[in-house]
């Protein structure tokens, strides 16, 4: 089955679809809030791409995503020079700065929809040697009688 893209594009970009189409994604577009909000009722929605939208309208849009039943990963691609400002407050999962890019938006959006290899370890993943240890040291040797752990500066 086919993952589900909800492409909205208020000046569409006929490059980002078919970049998605081509990794095999089903492409749902849509140009107006109207078609965006019939478009969520109606499909099961993996991800949606907010094509440079103007701050306004991509705030609709937001909202309506955050009124659905579920939760959708929303990828933000924005010319906007307010963009970084503004994505906390749209509360989007990833913000793009070049709606040029088109191969960027397409591995971005790869990211979200593509599962996860499993890790093969379980074991914490530590650059061996790449801090020294910190020891406990008694503050007595730095003129008070009781136990620090904070580190002395001292290599071991």
């Not at 970049?19 to 949606?48: C, F, H, N, Y």
């Not at 509360?91 to 700065?97: E, F, R, T």
């Not at 290899?117 to 379980?122: F, V, W, Y």
């Amino acid at each position: 089955m086919a993952r589900v893209v909800l492409l909205y594009s208020p000046s569409a970009s006929p490059a980002v679809r078919a970049a998605l189409t081509a990794r095999g994604w089903a492409v749902t577009l849509v140009s107006t809030l109207a078609e965006g909000k019939q478009a969520l009722g109606a499909a099961g929605i993996d991800l949606v791409i907010l094509d440079d939208p103007s701050w306004a309208q991509a705030k609709e849009m937001i909202a309506m995503l955050d009124a659905g039943p579920r939760p959708v990963p929303r990828l933000w691609v924005s010319s906007l020079p307010e963009a970084p400002a503004h994505s906390g407050r749209l509360g989007v999962d990833a913000l793009l700065l070049d709606p040029q890019d088109v191969d960027g938006i397409a591995a971005q959006a790869e990211r979200f929809i593509e599962p996860r290899m499993a890790r093969a370890s379980t074991t914490p993943l530590f650059a061996s040697g790449s801090s020294p240890a910190v020891r406990a040291t008694p503050r007595a040797a730095r003129g008070s009688g009781e136990w620090d752990d904070e580190s002395t500066g001292e290599w071991p």
